[in-house]
DNA sequence: TTGAAAGCGTTACCAC
DNA sequence: GTGGTAACGCTTTCAA
C-alpha cells in the first residue's frame, strides 16, 4: 500500500506537501495540486488513520454509547444510530461503538487510550455514573436524557410537555378518565428522567381525572394494567402511552374488549405510530432531529471548541392522516 | 496523561520491558512485572491506541456492516450487533460502524486506511458487491447470508431446512394448504438468499398444497395478502412466516376475522416469539448463536492466520413452552 | 531477563 | 508557495 512518501515522490514534491494538499490547511498552486492529486489516484493512497491520529491527536472517530433493547424500541435506537453516522460522515468521522453494559469503564478505556474524539451518550439514568464519568474527563461530549447534576450538553424532548400535550387532547376530545402507561424503567432508583418527566406532565395537566401505571410490554402484562387502571378510574376513557413496546397488544387487546370508547394517545416516533394497527393521533418523538441535533452538539465542540449548549425539544401533536 | 516513557521511568525499566510487560510477549521476572503494574496503576497510564496501532500494524478494531430497519427485525439486528460486541471486547478488540447505505466505497474506505483489523458484513445480497470488494481487498472478514461467488466465509441459517421445517410441522397437523409468507425482499435483484433458499425448500418439502407471496409488514398489507392466499388455495390452514415485522398484524386480522384454523409458524428468533399476541411453536433463528460465530469466526483468521470456514445452522423446531 | 534504538506514517512547525 | 524535519507514543528486533 502507497504511503505518503510515495505519492509525494510520484507528484515531485515533498510529503508535507502532499499532506497540506490533502488537509487543504495551506495555500498550494493549482499546479501542484493537480500533480499531487494525480499521484494520489495513480497509486491509490489513503492515509494511514493511526499515523495520522497519532502525529494529529485526534482520531476522527466518535464513540456512542447506545443502549440495547429486544422489542420496538431497538427500531428508534437504529434510526438514532444510523442519523448520528450520517451526521459523522458527513464530517468525515467515524462511529465506534461503546458496550452500554460496561459502564463507566468502557467510557474511561476508550477515552484514555484516545480512540475517540468525543462521545455521544444514550440512555442516561436520572443520575448517571457514566455521565459523571464523562464530564469529570473532560472530553467533548453530548448527552440525550436529562441527567441530574451534570453540565454536559443534553438533548432530549420535553416529555413533561409531551404528556401535557396528549392530556388536553384527549380533554378536548371530552374524554372521562385518563391513564398514562409507563415504562418500568420508570421505577428506579436509578430510573430514567424520561418516564419521571412524563408523569409529573402528565399530573400537572389540568383536565379529567388521572392514573399512572408502569406496563410490562407483554399481553398478559398489558392485560393487567387495563384491569388496574380500570379500578383506579370511575370510567377509562383515554390512554397515554409512553411504552412503544406495549402499543400492539394494548391495541388488540383494546379491540377484543370491544372498547373503542378508549382513545389511546402514544409518546412514540412516527414511524412507529405508522405501524399500528390503526393510525393514531400521537405526540411525536422526533428521533432523526433529536440524533442530528445531539451530533452537531458534539461537531461544535469538535471544531469551534466552543461551549455546547442543550436542547429540549418542543412536542407537536401528529394527528393520524 | 501518563506515556510509557513515565510509566518505564517510574518503574525504573526501560519502555521496552513496560510494553513487554502489557502485552505478555515476552518472559519477565515477577519482581519487574509487579514494580511495572504498580507503576501503571500509580500513573493510570493507558496505552494510546493510535500509537499501538501504528506501531504494530493492527488496530485492534473490528467493522461491521450492519443493516438499518425500521421494523421488528431491528430488534434481531440489534442482538446481533450487540453479541459481536460482547465477543469483540472479550478479545480486547472495538467494533467500529460502516455505513451499510455507503456501500462498497464504505468498506474500502475503512480498510485502505487501516482502521480496522477485519470485518463482518451482515444482510448480504445473492450477488453482493459489498463481499466481492471485500474478499478482493484481502482483510479477513466474515458475511451473513450465502452470496453467490464468494469465497468468504459464510454463516447463516439454513432458511431451506428452516422453511421445510416448518412444513412438515404443519404437515404432522394435518394441514391442508399451507402459504409462505415471504419478505419484500426476495424480489430481486438483488434479492436475499435467505428468502430465496426459504422459498425452495418450503416449495420442495412434500406435504399438502402451498403457495407463496410477498407481504408488505402493515395491516392492509397483510389484508391483502390473506386474501391472495386465500384464492391460490382451496383451503388455507397454516402459514409459514419469514417476515417478522408482519407477524402482528397477521395474528390480529387472523383473530379478528375468527380464522383460529389456521396455525402460523414463523421463522424467526425466540425473543420475537415470545412476544407475540400467542405463544406459538416456531423454527428459531439463532441470533446469538449466529453472531458469536460469525466473530469467532473472524477472530480465527486474526489470531491463528488460519483459514476459516462457514457455517451453516441447522434449523430447529422450538415449541410454544 | 532486560535495554537501546529503529521504525511505523503522518502532521505541523520552522525555514526559505 | 514549498521543503526539511522533529515530533506523536508505541512495538519489536537486535544486542547484551
Not at 505518503?4 to 499546479?31: F, H, K, P
Not at 412524563?198 to 407483554?218: D, H, I, K, N, Q
Amino acid at each position: 500500500m502507497a504511503r505518503i512518501a510515495d505519492v509525494a515522490r510520484a507528484a515531485g514534491v515533498s510529503a508535507s506537501t502532499v499532506s497540506y494538499v490533502l488537509s487543504g490547511r495551506r495555500r498550494i498552486s493549482a499546479e501542484t495540486r493537480e500533480r499531487v492529486l494525480q499521484a494520489v489516484r495513480d497509486l491509490g493512497y489513503t492515509p494511514n488513520a493511526a499515523a495520522g491520529a497519532l502525529a494529529a491527536g485526534r482520531t476522527r472517530t466518535i464513540g456512542l454509547v447506545a443502549p440495547h433493547c429486544e422489542d420496538l424500541t431497538a427500531a428508534i435506537i437504529q434510526q438514532f444510530v444510523h442519523t448520528i453516522m450520517e451526521v459523522a460522515r458527513g464530517r468525515d468521522h467515524d462511529v465506534l461503538l461503546i458496550d452500554p453494559a460496561a459502564g463507566s469503564a468502557a467510557l474511561r478505556r476508550v477515552i484514555d487510550s484516545h480512540l475517540v474524539d468525543g462521545v455521544i451518550l444514550m440512555d442516561t439514568d436520572e443520575t448517571d455514573q457514566r455521565a459523571a464519568t464523562l464530564e469529570e474527563s473532560g472530553v467533548p461530549a453530548v448527552v440525550l436524557g436529562t441527567p441530574e447534576g451534570t453540565d454536559l450538553p443534553c438533548v432530549d424532548l420535553d416529555f413533561a410537555a409531551a404528556a401535557a400535550l396528549a392530556v388536553s387532547h384527549l380533554a378536548a376530545q371530552g374524554s372521562a378518565g385518563v391513564a398514562l402507561m409507563s415504562p418500568p424503567e420508570l421505577v428506579g432508583p436509578p430510573g430514567k428522567g424520561y418516564a419521571r418527566h412524563a408523569v409529573s406532565g402528565f399530573t400537572a395537566a389540568p383536565g379529567p381525572p388521572r392514573t399512572v401505571r408502569v406496563c410490562e410490554p407483554t399481553w398478559p402484562g398489558v392485560e393487567a394494567w387495563l384491569s388496574s387502571v380500570s379500578h383506579d378510574l370511575d370510567r377509562l376513557t383515554g390512554v397515554v402511552v409512553q411504552h412503544e413496546a406495549a402499543l400492539p397488544p394494548l391495541l388488540g387487546l383494546l379491540r377484543r374488549h370491544h372498547r373503542d370508547d378508549v382513545t389511546v394517545v402514544p409518546i412514540c416516533p412516527s414511524a412507529i405510530a405508522r405501524q399500528l394497527e390503526s393510525p393514531l393521533d400521537h405526540v411525536e418523538i422526533p428521533v432523526a432531529e433529536m440524533a442530528r441535533t445531539a451530533a452537531e452538539t458534539l461537531f461544535r465542540q469538535l471544531t469551534h471548541a466552543g461551549h455546547a449548549t442543550s436542547h429540549l425539544f418542543e412536542p407537536h401533536l401528529v394527528r393520524a392522516s
